[in-house]
């Protein structure tokens, strides 16, 4: 317990229904609350299990806005709890003090605390009997405006149903905002006479408007109250920059609260006094942020440093704790740039005062509460120097190092009047980039060292007494790891599953709650090299895609290859073929179907089918000739039709090998035929297909149709022949014989066939072997046009007819 000069307990005020000391507790090495439920009286059986119950609840809380229970038991009849020591100024004194708050800084702190109180919904029975309406006005590490509750109504039972305790919570919540905004406490007033009140949107409004005239009707939703402040607060804020929370809660002068804590250990007597012409406060403003932290300015030396204020043996006796490794002798600046350095220490009878070197830079917990969280390589930065520093301590002889944030700090900047601006814009940067900056651990002892809670228990035990040197590796390791884990998850020492954030790569997340899971248990925890190892190997190994994850198992690339084509109506496609008993005969393809297929695998492109643009031509062209001549006129035919000539592949292998006794080369074009007048304009296009013998170069002209399948030539041939009455038009075929062997070619003559195969045009005898040029006659694009159009006339005038003109010159291909 902690006494005065007089000897009496140092009281604190807190809850109206406890009991309050300040105490220091010698299994964690830290001061602490001592709350005694119902100001020391003895409980009954129901409420003194409603207490247990609620305030194991409450222990499991990590949040910013609540008081932290450490430990709950009972003594002589009497039931008790722990909490961490909380420093800061209630809220009615705050506002009488200082007077109203900005709207948009009020609004900010009310929504911050509805916010964290609806993330306790697991916690309901606690809940109910939370007290809103009077609170501690505190800062977060001495940066950013906090509200906190430190009642919990544990000396109450509990409330008889959730809709009326949602009721109180948002009647108390309205008083608190009526208090912030007004500067006073609501008294029956008329809300609609306060401008600050009229200000507000509608929704809050009407909210604060109804719970304060009328608690008893009030709406009981916590939810609904938090939106309808956001909302004001929205509407208060000019852009959209001034719309972070964060921006209207920055400590400055004005809104700085005040230390009871300072106030009640130095009773009231001014820093200044204390310290003496030694040291030069240098920041009165910083100095009153953290009332036990104090930067100044060492006169004799000239040298900037920090003053650290330690309780006197009334508070905390000096057994208890060490201000002051013995062994700090072996420090060497050199050889252990991860340790801060302290400079002296000396004793009044009252303070013990230490000086530590002050340099450019800020805490981790500086850090933390403007970032929340750190992405995994930045962890990775930071945890690399702080293992390097650990094994420096371990150097000078300090076994133990509380690796707490705050007990952390980051050199980096200059000194000089930008180093604040310049320190803000790092803290919006990534930590890989900044300029080079060192990480320093503190081993010496602070006043936020001894009630700040820790990151882990102080020590565990699994049954058996340990040696002190395991005692302390152990926590060296617990505390490495729960750093990392607090560092990934802004959560300290939670009590459920911590939640990563999703930069976090799942496999390392994993590692880091079993290792978490292993730092409550004695000598199991990993050690600071085999957890970066493994924590950076998990990191850099390969990300797997959100199938995988949800499949449960990686699958080989080799078996997710495409293996075809599969089509819902493949049955309907053969199901006349396995009808007529030809399925398994002869494969059934889609493209005979008209179906178009799809071909899903990229590496087998090269096999696809010809394009359906070249068929749809092809099919067009078909349609034109045969349109073209049905459409060419009615008069049947009175002469004999040419002779028509096939290609050996059609002819039969008989006649084929008599026309083609040797190999041949084959070439085949498809062109329109060279116009010379309007007339000629409008002929058919000739598709020429050429064979020339590899043995000899004596030219022969044959003119047949190439194809028999396309029979309606013939006939057509056989009407123009009967109405012939224009000029021949020719077309000349230039020979690849030389000039001296060229002799006029004389127009073939067409005998009737002879037998059902088509016979082969005989020519003028010449002992040259023959050049045999197959025409098939096509009609050209624009008669294709027309025919779709229905603009073709009757044709029953003149069809081309092939002639031999001039000679062949020497070796050149025929053309058309």
């Known amino acids: 317990?902690?006494?005065?000069?007089?000897?009496?307990?140092?009281?604190?005020?807190?809850?109206?229904?406890?009991?309050?000391?300040?105490?220091?507790?010698?299994?964690?090495?830290?001061?602490?609350?001592?709350?005694?439920?119902?100001?020391?009286?003895?409980?009954?059986?129901?409420?003194?299990?409603?207490?247990?119950?609620?305030?194991?609840?409450?222990?499991?809380?990590?949040?910013?806005?609540?008081?932290?229970?450490?430990?709950?038991?009972?003594?002589?009849?009497?039931?008790?709890?722990?909490?961490?020591?909380?420093?800061?100024?209630?809220?009615?004194?705050?506002?009488?003090?200082?007077?109203?708050?900005?709207?948009?800084?009020?609004?900010?702190?009310?929504?911050?605390?509805?916010?964290?109180?609806?993330?306790?919904?697991?916690?309901?029975?606690?809940?109910?009997?939370?007290?809103?309406?009077?609170?501690?006005?505190?800062?977060?590490?001495?940066?950013?405006l906090q509200l906190r509750v430190f009642d919990y109504g544990l000396s109450q039972m509990d409330a008889g149903t959730e809709g009326q305790s949602g009721a109180r919570l948002v009647v108390e919540a309205c008083r608190l905002i009526f208090l912030l905004l007004t500067g006073q406490a609501y008294a029956g007033e008329n809300p609609d006479r306060f401008p600050a009140l009229t200000q507000l949107p509608m929704g809050l409004r009407t909210a604060v408007r109804a719970?304060?005239?009328?608690?008893?009707?009030?709406?009981?939703?916590?939810?609904?109250?938090?939106?309808?402040?956001?909302?004001?607060?929205?509407?208060?804020?000019?852009?959209?920059?001034?719309?972070?929370?964060?921006?209207?809660?920055?400590?400055?002068?004005?809104?700085?609260?005040?230390?009871?804590?300072?106030?009640?250990?130095?009773?009231?007597?001014?820093?200044?006094?204390?310290?003496?012409?030694?040291?030069?406060?240098?920041?009165?403003?910083?100095?009153?942020?953290?009332?036990?932290?104090?930067?100044?300015?060492?006169?004799?030396?000239?040298?900037?440093?920090?003053?650290?204020?330690?309780?006197?043996?009334?508070?905390?006796?000096?057994?208890?704790?060490?201000?002051?490794?013995?062994?700090?002798?072996?420090?060497?600046?050199?050889?252990?740039?991860?340790?801060?350095?302290s400079l002296s220490l000396w004793e009044s009878p009252d303070w013990t005062f230490l000086t530590e070197e002050r340099e450019p830079g800020f805490a981790l917990s500086r850090l933390m509460a403007e970032r929340i969280t750190l992405n995994s390589a930045e962890v990775m930065v930071l945890m690399k120097q702080i293992r390097a520093g650990l094994d420096q301590a371990v150097e000078c002889g300090v076994q133990r190092v509380d690796l707490h944030p705050s007990n952390i700090l980051l050199r980096v900047g200059k000194n000089g009047p930008l180093l604040a601006r310049e320190l803000e814009r790092l803290m919006q940067k990534r930590l890989d980039a900044w300029p080079p900056f060192v990480v320093k651990l503190r081993p010496h002892m602070t006043m936020r060292s001894l009630y700040e809670p820790l990151l882990v228990d102080m020590d565990l035990t699994d049954g058996q007494v340990q040696e002190e040197h395991l005692q302390n590796r152990d926590f060296r390791h617990r505390s490495f790891v729960a750093l990392a884990g607090y560092l990934l998850t802004g959560e300290r020492q939670s009590g459920g599953v911590p939640q990563f954030p999703e930069s976090v790569p799942e496999a390392a997340a994993t590692y880091v709650r079993e290792s978490l899971e292993m730092t409550r248990r004695a000598g199991k925890a990993p050690s600071p090299g085999d957890f970066l190892d493994k924590f950076e190997g998990l990191l850099s190994a390969p990300t797997v895609d959100l199938a995988t994850r949800l499949r449960g198992s990686a699958v080989a690339v080799e078996e997710m290859e495409s293996v075809g084509s599969v089509s819902d109506f493949e049955d309907d496609w053969n199901a006349n073929d396995a009808e007529g008993g030809a399925f398994d005969d002869e494969p059934v393809s889609p493209i005979k179907r008209g179906i178009k297929t799809h071909d899903f695998n990229p590496l087998h492109a090269q096999k696809r089918s010809l394009p359906w643009g070249a068929l749809a031509a092809a099919a067009a062209?078909?349609?034109?000739?045969?349109?073209?001549?049905?459409?060419?006129?009615?008069?049947?035919?009175?002469?004999?039709?040419?002779?028509?000539?096939?290609?050996?592949?059609?002819?039969?292998?008989?006649?084929?090998?008599?026309?083609?006794?040797?190999?041949?080369?084959?070439?085949?074009?498809?062109?329109?035929?060279?116009?010379?007048?309007?007339?000629?304009?409008?002929?058919?296009?000739?598709?020429?297909?050429?064979?020339?013998?590899?043995?000899?170069?004596?030219?022969?002209?044959?003119?047949?149709?190439?194809?028999?399948?396309?029979?309606?030539?013939?006939?057509?041939?056989?009407?123009?022949?009967?109405?012939?009455?224009?000029?021949?038009?020719?077309?000349?075929?230039?020979?690849?014989?030389?000039?001296?062997?060229?002799?006029?070619?004389?127009?073939?003559?067409?005998?009737?066939?002879?037998?059902?195969?088509?016979?082969?045009?005989?020519?003028?005898?010449?002992?040259?072997?023959?050049?045999?040029?197959?025409?098939?006659?096509?009609?050209?694009?624009?008669?294709?046009?027309?025919?779709?159009?229905?603009?073709?006339?009757?044709?029953?005038?003149?069809?081309?007819?092939?002639?031999?003109?001039?000679?062949?010159?020497?070796?050149?291909?025929?053309?058309?």
Request: aromatic share 4%.
């Open 1 to 144: 317990m902690a006494h005065r000069t007089g000897g009496a307990p140092v009281e604190l005020v807190r809850s109206k229904d406890e009991v309050v000391f300040l105490a220091f507790d010698n299994r964690i090495h830290r001061l602490v609350e001592l709350h005694v439920l119902r100001g020391g009286s003895t409980l009954d059986v129901a409420m003194k299990k409603s207490a247990f119950e609620r305030a194991r609840q409450a222990s499991e809380i990590r949040g910013h806005a609540f008081m932290r229970i450490l430990e709950v038991g009972e003594d002589q009849g009497l039931v008790y709890y722990t909490s961490n020591l909380n420093d800061g100024e209630f809220v009615e004194d705050y506002t009488k003090r200082r007077g109203a708050v900005a709207p948009a800084t009020a609004l900010a702190l009310v929504y911050q605390l509805l916010d964290d109180l609806l993330q306790l919904q697991g916690f309901q029975r606690l809940v109910s009997r939370m007290h809103l309406d009077r609170v501690l006005v505190t800062t977060l590490e001495d940066t950013f």
């Open 621 to 816: 062209v078909v349609v034109g000739i045969g349109s073209w001549i049905f459409l060419g006129g009615k008069e049947p035919a009175k002469q004999t039709p040419p002779v028509a000539a096939s290609s050996p592949e059609s002819e039969g292998p008989e006649v084929a090998e008599k026309n083609a006794p040797e190999p041949v080369k084959t070439v085949t074009q498809s062109a329109p035929a060279p116009a010379k007048s309007n007339e000629a304009s409008q002929q058919p296009a000739v598709a020429a297909v050429v064979t020339t013998p590899a043995a000899t170069a004596k030219p022969v002209m044959a003119v047949a149709v190439p194809n028999p399948t396309v029979q309606p030539i013939a006939v057509a041939e056989e009407k123009a022949a009967a109405t012939q009455t224009a000029a021949v038009q020719s077309t000349e075929v230039k020979s690849t014989a030389k000039p001296e062997d060229e002799k006029p070619v004389e127009k073939p003559t067409a005998t009737p066939p002879a037998s059902s195969t088509p016979p082969v045009t005989a020519s003028k005898p010449s002992d040259r072997d023959p050049v045999t040029i197959r025409r098939a006659i096509v009609p050209s694009k624009e008669e294709i046009d027309r025919m779709k159009q229905g603009q073709v006339e009757n044709r029953t005038g003149q069809l081309p007819v092939m002639s031999t003109a001039s000679p062949l010159p020497p070796k050149r291909t025929a053309t058309p």
């Open 211 to 341: 719970a304060l005239t009328d608690p008893a009707n009030s709406p009981a939703s916590i939810e609904k109250l938090r939106d309808d402040v956001r909302e004001a607060f929205s509407a208060l804020s000019s852009n959209i920059k001034a719309r972070n929370f964060r921006k209207h809660l920055v400590v400055n002068s004005s809104l700085l609260p005040q230390s009871q804590l300072q106030e009640l250990l130095l009773e009231n007597v001014p820093v200044e006094t204390i310290l003496g012409t030694r040291f030069r406060v240098e920041d009165a403003e910083h100095a009153r942020r953290y009332p036990f932290s104090i930067p100044a300015i060492n006169t004799k030396l000239s040298q900037a440093v920090t003053v650290h204020l330690l309780p006197p043996s009334r508070i905390v006796d000096k057994s208890r704790y060490e201000a002051v490794p013995l062994q700090m002798w072996r420090f060497n600046p050199e050889r252990h740039p991860n340790i801060l350095r």
